[in-house]
């Protein structure tokens, strides 16, 4: 435009001729357009430079903060420094994500747990993401939804703000998991996905739990209200009054069943980075979450949850039909099942 204004000038000055000394006249033109053309070559370079200085600068800073200097270097494969579509990461860019997944199975505490971990401030654990059916489909929606989870794209009442330090979700054994898992265990090692196995010892007790939490689908037990995990001791006692008959013909066998799906997962996705817990030993031994966050890389918390367990005290108070339960399991590898607290 300035360019424009000084042919405009030139022009008019020479339209309008003078007659005492159009030299003179010539001469101050020119020097206008040569000062009018320097000004805006000066201006050009001037922004040019600056450009290249800022972004220079900001390259700098990202690189220097995201390289971790002070953490142990087998830990830098699973650290990420995620940029969401979604939201801008601010001040926390450059301060790393650690990805993980809760493989479980129905009824083993993972709903406990997840609240306990959604109790660090710098922990979104998003949920079971993959109970809705289409997500799961095939792999290529289960990666789609994967990518979003751990770009921190993903919301839920679990999203955190732009610290978080771990993020993740449960995935039950049942939810396209087991059929899919030679792609998901490529997809958890090339993106450095921690796994979190969590699993409950007792699977008597875990089948109890299951027959009373489908008995409540359609009884509701709770003023109408459908409840599979309860915040006070008169909600807990008001679920367990329900006492389910369990099928003694095929209890070995669906026992069995259940270890071996347990046993199928640990081959599976041993392979990635993981931990294994047991929800008695949780229960029993809260140095376990310990371990947990030091296993995520968080500091340090206390973890909380307001969540209460359903079934206390012995499980012969829990089954209908002791006795015959008693009976099939005595002298089997299950013995323990039937007089463990958990
Ligand atoms: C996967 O499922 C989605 C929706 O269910 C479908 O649109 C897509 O075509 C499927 N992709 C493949 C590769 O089968
Ligand atoms: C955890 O979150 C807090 C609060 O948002 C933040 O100040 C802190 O930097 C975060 N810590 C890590 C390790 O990300
Ligand atoms: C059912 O609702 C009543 C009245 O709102 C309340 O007092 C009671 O505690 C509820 N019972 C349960 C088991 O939630
Ligand atoms: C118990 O299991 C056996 C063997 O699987 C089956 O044939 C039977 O119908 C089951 N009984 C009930 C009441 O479900
Ligand atoms: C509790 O867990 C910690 C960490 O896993 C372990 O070192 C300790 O031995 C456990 N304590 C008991 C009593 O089991
Ligand atoms: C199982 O049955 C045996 C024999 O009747 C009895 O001695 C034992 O106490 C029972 N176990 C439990 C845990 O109820």
Redesign the pocket.
Known sequence: MAEDICFFNKDTLIIKPSKKSPVLLRMIVLVFAMICGLYICSICVKQINTRAKTKFINIEVIERNCHDYGIDQSQIPSLHYPRPETFSRSECTCSPVRFFAILSMQRSGSGWFETLLNSHVNVSSNGEIFSVKDRRDNISEIVKTLDRVYNLDWFSSASKNECLAAVGFKWMLNQGLMEHHTEIVKYFNSRGVSVIFLFRRNLLRRMVSMLGNSYDRYAKLLNGTHKSHVHSQEEADTLSKYKP?I?????M??LKQMELTVAKALAYFSSSRHIILFYEDLIKNRTKLVDVQEFLGLPQMDLTSRQVKIHNGPLSEHIKNWEDVNKTLRGTTYESFLLSDY
Request: cysteine-free; hydrophobic content about 10%; proline content about 0%.
């Open positions: 008959t099928n003694s013909t095929s209890l066998s669906d």
